[in-house]
């Protein structure tokens, strides 16, 4: 959105802004996913302890299923802060 507003607006002073890529209400809330979808669950390891005045990142694993239809469904989001040796 950002280099859309630059390239086609002009407008040079837009900056990117936390929270409005995605929006809440494009999202249905669902008890389950359907059953025989494909299912993955990756992990972006950031394996940073939290330290007195540091902000560590966060390790996070996403579990995605993808109907035959091409629909996604977020099935569960773990995240945690700390070593390699420690899992959430």
């Known amino acids: 959105m950002v280099d859309r507003e630059r390239l086609l607006s002009g407008n040079w002073l837009v900056r990117p802004s936390a929270g409005?890529?995605?929006r809440r209400p494009w999202f249905e809330i669902v008890d389950a996913a359907p059953g025989g979808s494909s299912t993955i669950r990756c992990w972006d390891r950031a394996a940073?302890?939290?330290?007195p005045g540091t902000d560590p990142d966060w390790t996070v694993g996403?579990?995605?299923s993808?109907?035959?239809r091409g629909i996604y469904y977020v099935e569960d989001v773990v995240r945690s802060r700390g070593t390699p040796a420690t899992r959430p």
């Not at 940073?48 to 330290?51: A, F, I, Q």
């Open 20 to 22: 409005l890529f995605f």
């Open 48 to 51: 940073t302890e939290p330290r």
């Open 62 to 64: 996403l579990r995605l």
């Open 66 to 68: 993808k109907t035959e």
